[in-house]
């Protein structure tokens, strides 16, 4: 019989979904970043831009640690999740901010994530 740790090991369940998400935010992220840069002017919307490249850089950082199953990726996943959570109550983004919330105590709380990145 296998013990309870192994069988919520790997990628899969929940954490299947914050990866989805990455995977959305570098492409909403950064079609919106290259609509900036190409209509409008950087100087205008430099703050939304650079928040925008964060954005996009976290997520393909965070979907590189996960293929190569790093052991730095939770760590790395709580402060990217922390941050989105400042940055949305920056921005007054409180459906965001709950999201960001939600997945923060999910890499903090999951054993899943524990058994798959280590602690």
């Not at 090991?9 to 954490?15: A, H």
């Not at 976290?58 to 790093?70: C, E, N, T, Y």
């Not at 709950?98 to 903090?108: C, D, E, K, P």
């Amino acid at each position: 019989m296998k013990n309870k740790e192994q069988e919520v090991k790997g990628i899969g369940g929940w954490l299947l979904f914050p990866i989805f998400g990455m995977i959305v935010t570098i492409l909403v992220n950064g079609f919106s970043l290259l609509e900036t840069l190409a209509y409008y002017s950087f100087q205008e919307y430099y703050l939304l831009s650079i928040l925008e490249i964060m954005f996009v850089a976290g997520a393909v950082m965070f979907l590189f640690g996960v293929f190569i199953k790093a052991t730095w990726l939770r760590k790395y996943a709580i402060g990217l999740y922390g941050f989105i959570c400042i940055a949305n109550i920056a921005l007054l983004s409180i459906p965001m901010f709950v999201g960001s919330f939600i997945w923060l105590m999910y890499f903090i709380k999951s054993k899943r994530v524990k058994n798959t990145f280590g602690e």
